[in-house]
DNA sequence: GAAAAATGTAAAACACGCTTGACATGAAAT
DNA sequence: ATTTCATGTCAAGCGTGTTTTACATTTTTC
């Protein structure tokens, strides 16, 4: 699944650290999502939207033939 | 998390094992889902949103407090 | 009232999200 | 040139989402 969230941290110009703190994960956690090495828990993708004001659906693009 | 899952089912008349199927988990999975047990991942909470033709914010209800 | 369908419990095992800590590299700042 | 900051890698470990199997209880249907 990929996402959206180094585009729109970049826009904003936030440091994947201040994310983190932001979201009360670890850094390695942000960019382990950037990167695609796994998805994001429910809670997770709640709150990142909620940071970037915007909805897990517009961060998140699910792809058709996902399992 | 509480989730509206087991409300949308059944206005709409359908098991648990027809959705399990239709989202391709288990039914042990929707079940545990409906009773609180655990989260859905993202891509299952997608996947049944799709199913029910809404969104993962209608469907899962993240309260402010969650760490 | 019996049969069938729907919902539930329990426990073991596996897969994956997330943490921790240590270290490497490149860009920016002074 | 050196320090600092941002991004990245690697690997071990923990907690939780999900599966599997087997069985129990409730609800529906005929």
Redesign the interface.
Known sequence: ?ENRIAALRKERRISQAELAEAV?VTRQTIISLENGRY?????L??KIAKYFET???DI?L?EEE??
Not at 39 to 43: D, F, I, K, M, R
């Open positions: 699944m009360a998805n994001a828990s429910l809670l993708a709640h909805t897990i659906e998140f699910f996902e399992s």
